[in-house]
C-alpha cells in the first residue's frame, strides 16, 4: 500500500488566496484525521470524519477554514482567505478504527 | 479539555543508554495513550500505544507504562541507537473524542 498520499507537499500562496490541501487515504480505512503543526501550538486535530461524514469539527480555527470528504477515497482542506497566520504543515492521517492512525508526509504551506 | 505535557523537551543520550520521556495528562477520560515518532520532513508514525486498561507495554526495545492513579504515561527506549534520533510525540484521548498531543521532545543518540 502507498500509505496516506498528500499534495501538493509544499504550497506557497500569498494572503487572501484560496488554498486547497488534498488526501487520498489508505484503502479500507474509514477514519481520516485532519491535523495542524505549528511550533508554538505544536500538533492539533482540526476535524475528523467516519465513512465520509464530518464528526468532530471543534478543532477548526475559524469560518475561513473547511474541509469535505465527498467519497471514501478523497478529502480535502480549503482556506479561503488564507493569512499568514496559517502557516504550518498540515497532516492528513486515517485509520481503521478511531486509533492506531496513520499520517501522511503533510503539506508544508507558507502564506506571504 | 484534555491538557497534556511532555517531558523533557530535549533529550541527548549515549548511543546503547536509555532513554525516558513522561507525559502527564488531566482528564480521567482518557483511556488510549499513543506515541509517535516523527523524523526531519515526515509525519508522525505510530510506534507504541497503551490503553487504560493495561500498566505496562513492550515491543523489542521500546515500552510505555501507565500510571492511571498519577494521570502519567512514559515512553522506554533502551539500547538506544542513532536512528532512534527525532522528536516523540506523547498523546491522550477518550473514546471516539479529540487528539490531544504533548509539545513533543526532540531525543538525540549520540555515536
Known amino acids: 500500500d502507498a500509505g496516506v498520499i498528500q499534495s501538493p507537499r509544499h504550497e506557497v500562496t500569498e494572503m487572501g488566496q484560496e488554498v486547497t490541501l488534498r488526501c487520498k487515504p489508505i484503502?479500507?480505512?474509514?477514519?481520516l484525521f485532519w491535523y495542524r503543526q505549528t511550533m508554538m501550538r505544536g500538533l492539533e486535530l482540526l476535524i475528523y470524519f467516519n465513512n465520509n461524514v464530518p464528526i468532530d469539527d471543534s478543532g477548526m480555527p475559524e469560518d475561513r477554514f473547511s474541509a469535505k470528504m465527498p467519497n471514501a477515497s478523497f478529502s480535502t482542506l480549503k482556506i479561503q482567505p488564507s493569512e499568514p497566520r496559517d502557516s504550518a504543515v498540515y497532516f492528513c492521517?486515517?485509520?481503521?478504527?478511531?486509533?492506531?492512525?496513520?499520517f501522511g508526509p503533510g503539506t508544508r504551506l507558507t502564506v506571504t | 479539555g484534555e491538557n497534556v505535557e511532555q517531558h523533557p523537551s530535549t533529550l541527548s543520550v549515549q548511543e546503547g543508554d536509555s532513554a525516558v520521556i513522561k507525559c502527564t495528562y488531566s482528564d480521567s477520560a482518557s483511556n488510549y495513550f499513543p506515541w509517535y515518532k516523527q523524523e526531519l520532513g515526515k509525519g508522525p508514525q505510530l510506534i507504541i500505544d497503551?490503553?487504560?486498561?493495561?500498566g505496562e507495554k513492550k515491543d523489542q526495545r521500546i515500552a510505555v507504562t501507565l500510571n492511571k492513579t498519577a494521570k502519567h504515561f512514559s515512553l522506554h527506549i533502551t539500547e538506544t541507537q542513532p536512528e532512534d534520533s527525532a522528536v516523540y510525540f506523547c498523546?491522550?484521548?477518550?473514546?471516539?473524542?479529540?487528539?490531544?498531543f504533548g509539545t513533543g521532545t526532540s531525543l538525540t543518540v549520540i555515536p
Open positions: 492521517a486515517t485509520s481503521r478504527v478511531f486509533y492506531e492512525q496513520y
Open positions: 498523546a491522550a484521548s477518550s473514546t471516539g473524542n479529540q487528539f490531544y
Open positions: 497503551i490503553r487504560s486498561n493495561v
Open positions: 484503502s479500507g480505512h474509514d477514519y
